[in-house]
Structures are given as structure tokens and as C-alpha cells.
């Protein structure tokens, strides 16, 4: 289970910098997130999403409340969470295989066993046969597959995801939001993640969390109804439909709120 209470942070300018004001990205954010559960957080830009999952990440620092994860006071980065950015982050001099073993090694796990382990993640993400391939040999869509087994790799109880098909072409990116539904029916890892997509995180979620504009506060939680396991025909049922619908309502009147203060009204 994951804990986020009464969490606040604000960014200072650094020492020297002229002209430049503190940042309160978040603000009294309070958010329980259930073993297994996939939480999805969307809002405006610039509202503190991927703050906040740094944050449970342990590597962004919390100035005021408290993260827990199982009970544990988050106060850095820790192998039961893993997080998984929108640039693919691999070493480009590396294969496949030792990507996705990459943190095993670091752990000391013996060659054999960590390559077998390896070997079956690279199965279960579709990439069988290019174990041996180096990801500039990859199309986005597959070295986006090696960054989600090299995270599985570790067996992290939590799966953080910041946006990780933002950088993809749309056909990519579908074929990733169903990879993704298949990878999680077998894992069931507790999951957040981060997306501008209204139709990603209701096709992905069980929640969908909704923020408001900077300073970061949760504004809005939707439970998801849409039955599991999900499939692209879940997106014309009547169900997804409104549900878009109700949360683009929220997400449009949020952006309304923010444009006097854009404007100096």
C-alpha cells in the first residue's frame, strides 16, 4: 500500500539567481493507493504529477507530510520501487539482455541466474529474438519494452511510469497501453502512472486521479468501472464514454480557473 499524507513541496531558486521566485508544486496532497491497484494522475501541465511521482520514487525530497510505501517512511530510492521514464534511459552500448539485467548486476545476482531471469522478461514484453540487439537496432515502441522489463526485473512491489509512451507515435503507443494491460493481468504490480491522456488513463486504470493546477491538490477521484481484462473495445462502451466525459469536464473547467491568473485578471 501506498501512503501520500498532507504532502507539500515547493522548489527555491538556486543561490545567486536573480528574479526568480519559489515554486509550490504541491500542496496538501493526501492519496491512499491500494496493493495491486493501477493509478492513473492526470491534470494540467505544470501540476505537479511527475513531482509527486519522484517523490514516491525517493528521488525528489518531500518538504513537508510523509510518503509510506507498506509502511515504510519513503527517504529514497529503494528496489521495491521502480520507475519508468518517457525517455527510454538504456545504455546504448549494452544488448537487450543486459539492459534488462542491468540491476540485477548491481545487486550481485549470479550471471546465470539473472540472465535467465532476463531472458524471461524479454519473452514476456514480445521482444524474444532480439536479446542480443543494441537499442539503437530498436523502433521506439520495442526499446520502451526493454526499459518496462528492465524495471519488472527487480520484482518491485510498486511500478512507477512517468509518461512512458508520450514520445511515441500514436499507432506505437496503442500497441504499448495493450501491451501494458497484458504485462500487468500476469504481474498485478501495484502501478502509477503519469499521462496528458484522458482516454490512457481510463483505459489503463482502476482509479483516475485528477489535479488541480499548480500548487497541486487532488481535485477529483474517478473509479473506474470498466471490467478487467481491458481491450481496445472497452473504449466505445458507454461506460468509457462517460467517464471521459465527466473528467474532461473537470480537466476543462480546471484550465478556465487558471486563465485569469495567466493573464494578470
Known amino acids: ?23 509550490t508544486a504541491l500542496d496538501d496532497v ?10 492513473t494522475l492526470i491534470g494540467p501541465s505544470g501540476c505537479g504529477k511527475t ?37 527510454f534511459a538504456l545504455m546504448p ?14 545487486r550481485g545476482t549470479p550471471k546465470r541466474e539473472r540472465e535467465e ?39 518491485p512491489s510498486v511500478l512507477l511510469m512517468d509518461e512512458p509512451f508520450g514520445a511515441l507515435d500514436e499507432q506505437t503507443k496503442r500497441m504499448m497501453q495493450e501491451e ?12 502509477i502512472f503519469v499521462t496528458h491522456s484522458i482516454d490512457e488513463a481510463i483505459l489503463l486504470a482502476d482509479r483516475c486521479v485528477l489535479m ?21 473495445a472497452d473504449e466505445t462502451s458507454a461506460e468509457f464514454i462517460e467517464t471521459k466525459a465527466r473528467l474532461w469536464d473537470h480537466l476543462r473547467s480546471l484550465q478556465l480557473a487558471e486563465e485569469p491568473k495567466r493573464v494578470g485578471v
Open 180 to 191: 501494458l494491460l497484458r504485462i500487468w493481468e500476469m504481474e498485478r504490480k501495484t502501478v
Open 93 to 106: 552500448w549494452a544488448s537487450v539482455l543486459r539492459n534488462v539485467a542491468f540491476g540485477l548486476e548491481l
Open 212 to 232: 488541480s493546477a499548480r500548487p497541486g491538490r487532488i481535485h477529483e477521484i474517478e473509479t473506474i468501472h470498466l471490467p478487467r481484462p481491458r481491450s481496445r
Open 30 to 39: 493526501n492519496l491512499t493507493i491500494g496493493d495491486n491497484e493501477f493509478v
Open 117 to 155: 531471469l532476463a531472458r524471461d522478461l524479454v519473452r514476456k514484453v514480445g521482444l524474444a529474438g532480439f536479446e542480443k540487439s543494441l537499442p539503437a537496432e530498436l523502433s521506439g515502441g520495442m526499446r520502451q519494452r526493454v526499459g518496462i522489463a528492465r524495471a519488472l526485473a527487480v520484482n
Open 51 to 87: 513531482t509527486l511521482l519522484r517523490m514516491v520514487a525517493g528521488l525528489t525530497s518531500v518538504d513537508e507530510g510523509l510518503i509510506r510505501v507498506d509502511g515504510k517512511v519513503v527517504r529514497g530510492p529503494s528496489p521495491d520501487r521502480a520507475m519508468v521514464f518517457q525517455a
Open 1 to 23: 500500500m501506498i501512503d501520500i499524507s498532507h504532502v507539500s513541496k515547493t522548489f527555491h531558486p538556486r543561490a545567486g539567481r536573480r528574479g526568480t521566485q519559489p515554486v
